[in-house]
């Protein structure tokens, strides 16, 4: 429900959307330049500022960078004993994102001793929630060369060509390479994939796995890594690098960040930085929906070292994110939005820009308006524009949101929200830090034995990345800087563990009379500065994805030769068997089958809670005490009741006495096991001599 | 929370999908706590994503792992189905081996990919990339604005 202040303006856009409908909006006298750079955030007066120290000493960075660039280092180096060396390893690999992972595979791969260390749980990271896909060449319509000139002409031309030529060859491998790791590809029915157009792309190349190719490889890429074995450390972001006497990148220091005391220190022969973005440094304020680990620790680390960095000031901001609900904010709402009809529309319910000019120039349009007292204030004091995606609906046909947006409408709906009937409120977002660590087509660094690969590199994108690009430039580099930082590892020789370059970065600051900066890099991203920018439950927008009912039917009924083996695996557990063999029961397994006593029990096989497999078990006989541990008497609570191992009897009486479980089962158990079962029970009775059989049958009889 | 975490990672099975056959028995050898499902469909009451994970168990039981990699593809691996599961299944990564045995083995290959590949092994755009990479920008970018765009 948007709240009712906002309720007015929504009104006006209902009003004026028939008008909107027949014209035809040109913006003949818009002066692009000046627009760019009057109101884009990257040309705003005293939002950047230059570095005044280190290896990029002059170049612009935007000032909450720029700050953290400048910081003091959290450690003492004279407090800390680098011969106490907790881990020894031949490469390290910071950052557990798609980078980070596809290093530790490919280092691994060359035969050497990984080790990854990650800030969080190793599988959270921007990965799992990217919303694109992965650009490669591979239809006969099409060539690297396009791609080439797609993504360089996407980036301003400012692109570094060696960078560009290593993506745009890799692609069509690391598809190859994702495949084979199982990745589910959307595909047709004879294996062709089904690509589309992506941000700026001239051929259909986009490959995706149903809107959620990040999600799937970052969980395969992250099966991978644990099935070959690599060393992962959860919980421990890296604050501070090691080098060696020759100058070397010879390991990092890690810090607990659970008690933020204990610091591990690891010894590698060579080092890869994926330690990820900087979006929650939230530039001038603006949203951002990065992982809340990005906080360019990476950049911090390895500018102290001496790492040259570029680019900084090409900062990506994403033209329509959503402002309202807050539990939404900065999500990015698609081109695809736009493309289907939906436009712009102030607070009185004009249009005030094409709605298809570049993205630059609808974030500084978005901005003007809300500027000229024109956009629309939330509860929150963020401020945003409508797109109006009724328009959708009156241009493409009704159902057409439903159908092709089903997760955004969903997501509205959660929030009372119809966005058939309601427009977005929207505004510009921070996407992405087209600069970075300066890298080679190999992902080596200008320290030796320091490599990067993922969001913290720069150059390959240019001034603005195409979003398809941006998980096919992780996996490229994260490969290579693996493998490089792998054979580079073999060869090395390394000299003394140091930490100089602490001392030479904190005596510059003092040289400099920048002594009082802030410590960093942070780790956490500073909530109470930031706190209304905070999404309060950022992962929960997976969850509605698909909400409509499962059902499936099976309507045959499985012929029990067709699951013998199952039984026979089932009937030998050293558990009582009747719940299984009730889930096996009329229709195979299925939902219908489950332990569900209150409703639904006519014509399926759920637990109907009868108890007379708890009756009949001659351990429950035997020692009645154990009806204690549980006062229900369903299949489930007979599994309770026998915990121990070997506790069960295997007599199979549950299975014959329980009113759902399939005849056909009960024939089977009867004909094959049964025999066997008595025989076992009676042997067992002769040995046991103080066992008092009149006694066992009375408490039969008696429960 | 890191202990318990690990607890976890030891239930995974370590496997090498080269060596996997996509049938039933694989399933089972890797993960023989299946066979203790009791049916008792807490881990679909507390999926946050609302996969019907007792379903897409009771099929990878049955060994049909194409409809567990359909079932189970929103999966965001959060563990919450493993830490209720009475029996100790981690469905998870249960949901997660029949996706890539899926993957690998199920969907049919594409021919272009291997065609593209052996393209680019021989070498055919190297001329016309090196090329690309001495232009000037205003070359470039005259290049760039006729390219043609599919339709």
């Not at chain 1, 955004?408 to 929030?415: A, D, G």
């Amino acid at each position: 429900m948007y709240p009712f202040e906002l309720k007015e303006s929504i009104l006006r856009v209902e009003i004026t959307r028939e008008k909107r409908l027949k014209e035809d909006f040109k913006h003949s006298d818009l002066d692009k330049k000046n627009l760019l750079r009057e109101y884009h955030p990257n040309f705003i007066d005293g939002k950047m500022r230059p570095l005044l120290i280190g290896p990029n000493r002059g170049d612009k960075a935007p000032n909450e960078l720029a700050d953290l660039l400048e910081g003091n280092s959290c450690i003492n180096p004279e407090m800390i004993d680098l011969e106490r060396v907790d881990y020894n390893v031949d490469v390290l690999i910071l950052g557990g994102g798609s980078a980070g992972a596809s290093a530790a595979i490919s280092a691994k791969e060359n035969g050497v001793n990984v080790l990854l260390a990650t800030k969080s749980r190793f599988i959270e990271s921007d990965t799992m929630d990217f919303q694109g896909g992965i650009q490669a060449a591979v239809k006969p319509n099409d060539s690297p060369y396009i791609h080439y000139l797609d993504t360089v002409g996407g980036g301003c031309f400012v692109n570094d060509p060696d960078l560009v030529e290593a993506l745009v060859y890799d692609a069509p491998f690391m598809i190859q390479w994702l495949e084979s790791l199982g990745v589910m590809f959307d595909k047709g029915p004879d294996g062709e994939f089904q690509t589309e157009f992506g941000e700026g792309t001239s051929r259909k190349r986009v490959h995706n796995a149903r809107n959620r190719i990040g999600l799937e490889v970052m969980r395969i890429l992250c099966d991978e890594v644990y099935n070959r074995g690599i060393l992962v450390l959860e919980y421990s972001p890296a604050i501070e690098l090691i080098m060696d006497d020759k100058g070397q990148a010879a390991g990092a220091i890690l810090i607990n960040l659970e008690s933020m005391k204990e610091i591990t220190i690891v010894r590698a022969k060579a080092v890869v930085l994926a330690t990820g973005g900087d979006g929650q440094l939230h530039y001038q304020g603006f949203p951002c929906i990065d992982h809340y680990g990005a906080t360019a620790d990476g950049l911090v680390m390895a500018y102290r070292a001496g790492v040259k960095l570029l680019l900084l000031d090409a900062l990506q901001y994403f033209p329509t994110c959503i402002v309202y609900p807050e539990q939404m904010i900065g999500k990015p709402i698609d081109e695809k939005f736009r493309k289907f009809g939906a436009k712009l529309v102030n607070k009185k319910g004009e249009q005030f820009v094409y709605h298809l000019e570049h993205p630059d120039i609808l974030t500084s349009a978005i901005i003007k308006e809300c500027k000229n007292n024109n956009g629309l204030k939330t509860p929150n004091q963020l401020e945003g524009v409508w797109l109006d995606t009724p328009m959708i609906e009156i241009v493409q046909g009704r159902g057409s949101i439903q159908r092709e947006f089903p997760n955004i409408y969903m997501e509205f709906k959660t929030f009372g929200i119809d966005i058939t009937k309601e427009p977005i409120l929207v505004s510009p977002s921070y996407y992405f830090n087209n600069g970075g660590i300066k890298i080679d087509s190999q992902g080596s660094t200008n320290i030796p034995n320091l490599y990067a690969a993922g969001k913290i590199s720069g150059g390959i994108h240019g001034r603005y990345m195409l979003r398809d690009n941006l998980l096919l430039d992780s996996l490229v580099f994260g490969l290579r800087a693996g493998k490089n930082a792998a054979i580079k590892a073999k060869e090395t020789s390394q000299g003394k563990l140091t930490l100089d370059h602490i001392r030479k970065w904190q005596n510059d600051l003092k040289n400099n009379g920048l002594v009082h900066r802030p410590i960093s890099p942070i780790l956490i991203p500073d909530y109470s500065k930031y706190g209304k920018l905070i999404r309060s439950d950022w992962n929960r927008y997976y969850r509605f994805e698909l909400r409509k009912e499962e059902k499936f039917h099976r309507t045959s009924p499985i012929d029990v030769k067709i699951i013998e083996d199952l039984l026979k695996q089932i009937l030998t557990l050293s558990t009582p068997p009747v719940a299984r063999a009730r889930l096996l029961s009329r229709r195979g397994i299925s939902v219908d089958n489950k332990l569900d006593i209150l409703d639904n029990i006519i014509g399926s096989k759920t637990c109907l809670g009868c108890g007379n497999c708890n009756d009949i078990c001659p351990v429950i006989a035997r020692e009645p005490d154990r009806r204690q541990r549980t006062e229900e008497r369903t299949s489930m609570a007979l599994e309770t009741i026998l915990v121990g191992p070997d506790e069960c009897d295997r007599c199979y009486a549950c299975i014959l006495v329980c009113p759902q479980v399939d005849i056909t089962i009960k024939q089977y158990v009867v004909n094959n096991f049964m025999v066997e079962a008595m025989s076992k029970l009676g042997a067992r009775i002769d040995e046991e001599k103080d066992l008092d059989l009149d006694l066992f049958i009375e408490e039969c009889l008696l429960y | 929370m890191i202990e318990k975490r690990e607890k976890i990672i030891e239930k995974k099975a370590i496997y090498n999908l080269n060596e996997l056959n996509p049938d039933r028995k694989e399933i089972i050898n890797l993960y023989p706590e299946i066979l203790n499902c009791q049916g008792c469909n807490t881990c679909t009451l507390s999926c946050p994503q609302d996969i019907n994970v007792m379903d897409y168990i009771s099929n990878a039981l049955i060994g049909n792992i194409a409809e567990v990699a359909e079932k189970s593809f929103n999966c965001i691996m959060c563990g919450l189905c493993a830490d209720k599961c009475p029996a100790k299944i981690t469905p998870y990564n249960i949901g997660l081996l029949c996706r890539r045995l899926f993957g690998r083995y199920l969907l049919p290959k594409a021919n272009h990919l291997g065609r593209r590949i052996s393209e680019i092994k021989e070498g055919h755009f190297d001329i016309k990339i090196k090329e690309l990479k001495k232009m000037e920008k205003t070359e470039l970018s005259r290049l760039y604005n006729e390219r043609d765009i599919e339709a």
